[in-house]
């Protein structure tokens, strides 16, 4: 199947700083990606859609201030968190085509 | 109308024996109905998936069951084994949406030896 990709893997920050998450396709091209967000033993829940050449559309709740997404190419999103919180610490997971990136864990301090 | 709803929240089987996860939904315009199997840590990752034009799909021991008129579908898992132990979710998507998922709760199965 197809292959999506994530970096970093897991971070660790400090509170108040700003982190960036790089979802890529590395085999197909995305207009369109999905931005995850999972806490422990829950399901997925939709924060974004991402989308290549225009803004971001986001989920009721999700403050798109504090989340911030680029659709730079047709095979890279980033979601960048910033001003983070030990709240915002969680899995983040991006998705493109029905195929999932292998998430990044996000611990803030 | 978005909603998915799974069962059971949890699930034991043994070795050797079938595991069945359900799910039914109410949007009668979701065409394409996917399963994920997910490991602690990792993203989910596509198992199988199926379109309302078939009623079953085989791949090795994993089978959608689907049936349209109840608008419910549901994941069998043959000769269920230890490394099947995971957390399973249904989800449900409409094709012209990107691949939009509308998911289920999830299921977390586990295989006793």
């Known amino acids: 199947g197809a292959v999506v990709s994530q970096h970093p893997s897991w971070v660790i920050c400090k509170s108040g700083t700003s982190v960036k998450i790089e979802c890529r396709s590395l085999?197909?091209?995305?207009?369109?990606m999905f931005w995850y967000r999972q806490f422990p033993k829950q399901s997925l829940m939709l924060m974004a859609t991402?989308?290549?050449?225009?803004?971001?559309?986001?989920e009721q709740g999700v403050e798109k201030d504090k989340f911030l997404i680029n659709h730079a190419s047709l095979t890279l999103s980033t979601l960048t968190v910033t001003s983070a919180h030990p709240e915002d610490s969680s899995f983040y997971i991006c998705?493109?085509?029905?195929?999932f990136g292998p998430g990044t864990r996000l611990t803030v301090l | 109308q978005q909603q998915v709803k799974q069962s059971p929240q949890s699930l034991i089987v043994q070795k050797g024996g079938i595991s069945i996860i359900n799910c039914a939904y109410e949007n009668t315009a979701f065409d394409y109905f996917p399963w994920y199997q997910q490991f602690p840590g990792k993203g989910p990752a596509l198992l199988i998936a199926i379109r309302p034009d078939v009623s079953e799909k085989k791949e090795g021991r994993f089978t959608i069951s689907f049936n349209k008129s109840a608008k419910q579908f549901s994941l069998h898992i043959m000769d269920s084994q230890p490394g099947d132990s995971a957390t399973y979710f249904c989800?449900?998507?409409?094709?012209?949406?990107?691949?939009?998922?509308?998911w289920g709760a999830g299921t977390k199965l586990i295989i006793k030896p």
């Open positions: 991402s989308n290549e050449g225009s803004k971001a559309t986001y």
């Open positions: 989800a449900a998507s409409r094709m012209d949406s990107n691949y939009q998922l509308i």
């Open positions: 998705s493109a085509r029905g195929f």
């Open positions: 085999d197909f091209q995305a207009t369109t």
